[in-house]
């Protein structure tokens, strides 16, 4: 498509992702008081790991739906499975409705950022879409932005609810947009959609983030409970490799996995979205428990790592437009993030926001080299008809990673909360603080005044201690996105006259 038409479309995948991107910010600005309202801080990485699981699921679901049927029509089906479930997180009344709210919408949330993923790979090759990578990460920076802003503005001033209502006239400007700017063509095949292998993959990736989840901390590692679900994994894991090779149309082609360049990206997602997304979730509870910040600022103390990401995506865009080489990349990604999880290993309750921003800072560069670049990758290892399957098995890696490190994190997290408060105000008050005594969590922004000087001393420093250990963590999953980013091969880049023989092809072929 012309750069005259793409200039058109832009806006309307733009405000789609801003839309998915602002949801995370928002309602990431608003957790540590909606946990504190619904029940507390025990249940945090649960609503977050409800929300990454339902997109997590739905992601190749999207993607495969985008290839079959046409991506306009799939796409805004998933904005309007994603503001109903908005909706319907903003009237739950307790922590479980709002944990199913949460997944539903991360169903819709699924369609979202692949579905503008696939449409920006239809429209714009890979070796050209460099120029356009900066408008992406710019969304990123506005969400990050305006994110905080209104976050911490309804948490501050209004009913948490609003948090996800605010979703409602950003998604219905998107879907206007859409329908009127997207013009795409419409297609539909006989093929079917393999629903056995979506509903055998979705069984075993729930298992595995259940494992990871209460493993060591609700029921021990050699319970019933953890090897029956760790059974039940390999069962439905195994049978969906089986299925997947039988299927006419896999969920998840097993074949392009064959390809060097995309297993190798993939696998970097998956350690990117486990360490990243895992790590950071407890964050604004840092800077509103430990650093006394209040919702809107510590939305706005996020804007260190946005601003990185924004500089160094933008950097890289260019300079793979320009010299078509994109291998440097990655590796220089993963090197960055690995020195931002030794830095934030090292907060502790004095530690400024000024040396917290700067960490945060050197996150967002390391973030930047990696995001858009692993995308552009898995895309063009691909050929054309695969382009939805390889956007949402790249997303879909990156999801899961995600998944398994808020699990993951979220365990080491509470666990490692409920032994500094027990060292420090005993076992009994350990508990009632963490949530574990019958009596709710009385750790959050509203009630950390009302207890005593001694106790609220002890909650800060656990607070503290707990954040540094999940960062000292997320540094053994790091370490090895540099090590499978050096691997990448640079391959020669589609451009326009590429393509335009590619789908002359394609167009003789059918």
């Not at 750069?3 to 949801?23: E, S, T």
């Not at 005594?437 to 005044?449: D, E, F, H, K």
Request: aromatic share 8%; hydrophobic share 50%.
């Amino acid at each position: 498509m012309p750069d005259k038409k793409i200039r058109v479309v832009l806006p309307g995948l733009l405000m789609a992702m801003l839309l998915a991107m602002l949801d995370n910010v928002i309602v990431g600005t608003a957790m540590p008081r909606i946990v504190g309202d619904l029940g507390g801080v025990d249940h945090l990485s649960w609503v977050v790991t409800a929300y990454v699981l339902g997109t997590t699921i739905s992601t190749p679901i999207w993607g495969k739906l985008g290839d079959l049927y046409g991506r306009k029509t799939v796409f805004m089906t998933s904005i309007v499975l994603f503001l109903l479930g908005s909706v319907l997180c903003g009237f739950a009344q307790d922590m479980p409705q709002l944990i199913g709210f949460r997944a539903f919408q991360g169903l819709g949330a699924g369609g979202l950022m692949v579905g503008a993923m696939a449409v920006m790979g239809d429209l714009v090759p890979p070796r050209e879409r460099g120029k356009y990578q900066g408008q992406f990460a710019a969304v990123m920076a506005v969400a990050m932005v305006g994110g905080p802003l209104v976050g911490g503005f309804i948490t501050d001033h209004a009913d948490w609810r609003w948090a996800f209502f605010v979703n409602l006239p950003l998604g219905g400007a998107a879907l206007t947009l859409l329908a009127l700017k997207l013009d795409l063509p419409k297609k539909r095949t006989e093929h079917r959609i393999d629903w056995v292998g979506a509903a055998l993959l979705s069984v075993g990736v729930t298992a595995l983030v259940l494992i990871t989840t209460w493993g060591g901390n609700q029921y021990a590692w050699g319970s019933a409970q953890i090897l029956g679900l760790a059974a039940l994994a390999v069962v439905t894991l195994t049978a969906f490799i089986v299925v997947e090779r039988r299927h006419p149309e896999p969920i998840v082609p097993l074949g392009i996995f064959r390809n060097r360049n995309f297993s190798l990206v993939a696998g970097v997602g998956f350690l990117v979205g486990f360490a990243m997304f895992g790590a950071i979730t407890f964050l604004p509870l840092y800077q509103q428990i430990v650093q006394g910040a209040s919702a809107t600022n510590s939305g706005l103390l996020l804007l260190p790592m946005m601003g990185g990401l924004l500089v160094t995506s933008m950097l890289a865009g260019r300079m793979i437009t320009k010299t078509g080489k994109y291998r440097i990349y990655p590796v220089i990604g993963g090197f960055v993030m690995i020195l931002a999880m030794v830095l934030l290993s090292r907060l502790d309750s004095d530690t400024s926001k000024l040396t917290s921003g700067i960490y945060m800072a050197v996150l967002g560069l390391g973030m930047g080299f990696l995001m858009q670049t692993s995308m552009l990758i898995a895309q063009n290892s691909v050929e054309l008809k695969d382009l939805g399957v390889a956007s949402s098995t790249s997303t879909f890696a990156r999801s899961i990673g995600g998944a398994f490190g808020v699990a993951a994190f979220g365990a080491i997290f509470n666990h490692r909360l409920h032994d500094l408060l027990t060292e420090k105000v005993g076992p009994q008050a350990a508990a009632q603080l963490s949530g574990g005594g019958g009596g709710g969590n009385t750790i959050g922004p509203a009630t950390l005044g009302q207890l005593p000087a001694p106790v609220r001393s002890a909650v800060i420093d656990a607070i503290a201690g707990a954040t540094s250990s999940v960062f000292l963590w997320a540094i053994a999953a790091t370490v090895f996105v540099p090590l499978l980013a050096v691997f990448i091969r640079d391959v020669a880049l589609r451009g326009n006259d590429e393509k335009r023989e590619e789908r002359t092809l394609v167009a003789q072929e059918g």
